[in-house]
């Protein structure tokens, strides 16, 4: 019951799951092309610690945006 309850919200748009944070999302990207003061990059725990965030949402970023950029080179 609880499995065709999920798929029936699901067609009707009802379960989304939780939403991005765009703006927390447009700073890690932003760091993530940073470079600092030494030339080097920012490590993904770098970023995390930074941002008071989990390195795990640093690397869901980090592979969204290299999965879009694949995308816009084909």
Known sequence: RTQE???????????????????????????????????????IREV???LECSPTTVKVVKRDMFNRHADDAS
């Open 48 to 50: 995390a610690r930074l």
């Open 5 to 43: 309850g999920i798929a029936r919200a699901s067609a009707q748009g009802k379960y989304k799951g939780r939403p991005k944070d765009h703006a927390k999302r447009a700073k890690i990207e932003n760091l993530l092309n940073a470079k600092k003061e030494d030339g080097s990059d920012f490590s």
